[in-house]
């Protein structure tokens, strides 16, 4: 196979998945279900959970292997909950009233491109949806993340081998995975599903297959001087701190009215982070970027790894959980204030809420847009407010924001790696992307009585305002 071409490479991979999709479409949905169950037993049997993420930390220097344990089980067993009583064969819903039968189908065969951040919660999360749709799924794996993708298959292999599945269901490019191989694959799939940079977003959809691609997160929350400030700190370090920041949907700014400035900046050195005085922001900021980009050496990385490649020696800092810059402006002038996916906040001061409302939506149109941002607060109205004016498709209210983002088992947003950012963040879903994401509904229509309208019924009101 390695003497072979990209596309002819990717053509035997696709002909082996649309043979074993070809077989699944046989399935009911016990057989569908039961299919799922299998393939998820290989990433949250406890033994797999530990090898897997222990392999994922140490070769894409990414996270921490604790971190990586929950969240492998708690995305895979709360994306299991989502799919348990979930309809994805044969009729799904019957309208009576509007003459409608909806039928489920399934797309083919999916294509997807995996990140580096999250090697095995990611991939299981897609095979995990396109499986339960009758689908096979084809895994491009980041270079630094491939061993233990593939590693994560081989295990897959073992369940479906178990309960007589076949195994080309699921795949992956083979190794080196190149770009080209990479492209190709995205152009011979039925369906594209992109996490990870915005380089592959654009690729995807570019290509010419329907694709769905995530936005570039940078996650802001509003602190206001309603907040219960003990419960925000201890939510924004849970969420700050998972996995060392590896998620697209942990805090990377805070904008705190004046009245609980102080207060909340207390706080949050309560539960160990530390601020950064203007020099050490300064040093800091000079090895986080490197030429315009962050720099790898940085990324999700301890805090005392970062203060050592930084020259900052203070103990506090050193021995913090996190770290925290103040920051006044926004923009590449400022690269504070955009994704740093590392263990540091960006802190700003706002007169009201009004004016922090005013610096979130900078920040976001700097960067992030169309992603989400959170607010502490014990007022409905002031969420709903970022809910109307804000360009975000998600405003997570008093949680700890990675975890809420993508589906939490006490919020109601299906469990998901891939946070779509809707127009704002050019993509074609504000959703979550879930199991519904990667199935055909084919609706059968009946006649019904008939629900005709006049021009009298719809102009009337217009005509006696405007034109009597």
Excluded at 63 to 84: F, M, P, Q, S, W
Excluded at 405 to 434: E, K
Aim: hydrophobic content about 45%; proline content about 4%.
């Amino acid at each position: 196979m390695a003497q072979m071409d990209a596309r002819s490479q990717v053509a035997l991979l696709i002909q082996q998945a649309g043979q074993a999709q070809n077989q699944l479409e046989t399935y009911d949905q016990a057989a569908v279900d039961e299919l799922v169950t299998a393939a998820a037993w290989a990433l949250i049997n406890p033994a797999n959970n530990q090898k897997l993420s222990e392999l994922a930390v140490a070769e894409t220097g990414l996270g921490n292997v604790a971190d990586k344990i929950t969240k492998n089980h708690r995305k895979t067993l709360g994306l299991l909950r989502d799919l348990k009583d979930a309809k994805t064969v044969g009729v799904i819903k019957r309208d009576p009233q509007q003459g409608i039968v909806e039928i489920a189908r399934p797309v083919g065969i999916v294509g997807a491109i995996v990140p580096s951040t999250n090697p095995v919660a990611t991939p299981m999360n897609m095979i995990l949806n396109a499986l339960k749709c009758r689908n096979a799924i084809i895994l491009s794996p980041s270079p630094k993340g491939q061993p233990s993708c593939t590693r994560l298959i081989e295990l897959i292999y073992l369940e479906l081998d178990r309960i007589g599945a076949p195994r080309n269901l699921v795949q992956a490019l083979p190794t080196p995975v190149s770009k080209d191989l990479s492209m190709e694959m995205l152009k011979q799939v039925d369906l594209v599903v992109v996490t990870g940079s915005q380089n592959n977003v654009r690729a995807a959809y570019t290509c010419g297959t329907p694709a769905f691609g995530v936005g570039a997160g940078n996650v802001t929350s509003l602190i206001d001087e309603t907040a219960d400030l003990a419960a925000a700190a201890a939510k924004i370090k849970a969420s700050k701190t998972f996995d060392n920041a590896t998620s697209c949907s942990s805090e990377n700014s805070l904008v705190m009215v004046d009245a609980i400035y102080n207060d909340m900046l207390n706080a949050l050195e309560s539960v160990n982070a530390c601020l950064l005085t203007p020099e050490e922001t300064a040093d800091l900021q000079s090895v986080l970027w490197h030429k315009g980009h962050l720099n790898a050496a940085m990324l999700a990385k301890p805090v005392g790894v970062m203060c050592e490649l930084a020259g900052i020696t203070r103990k506090a800092a050193c021995d913090a959980d996190f770290l925290m810059v103040e920051e006044t402006g926004v923009g590449a002038d400022f690269p504070f204030s955009g994704e740093k996916m590392a263990l540091v906040l960006t802190l700003y001061r706002a007169q009201d809420f009004d004016h922090a409302k005013q610096m979130a939506g900078d920040i976001l149109n700097y960067q992030g847009k169309g992603h989400s941002l959170s607010l502490h607060s014990q007022s409905v109205d002031r969420a709903e407010i970022l809910g109307l004016e804000m360009p975000v498709c998600r405003v997570i209210v008093n949680q700890p924001h990675c975890f809420a983002a993508g589906g939490s088992f006490d919020n109601g947003l299906p469990f998901s790696l891939s946070m779509g950012c809707g127009t704002w963040g050019g993509n074609v879903t504000d959703q979550n992307v879930h199991y519904r994401h990667f199935m055909n509904v084919t609706k059968v229509v009946q006649t019904i009585a008939a629900r005709e309208v006049s021009v009298e019924d719809i102009f009337a009101d217009y005509r006696r305002r405007y034109l009597s």
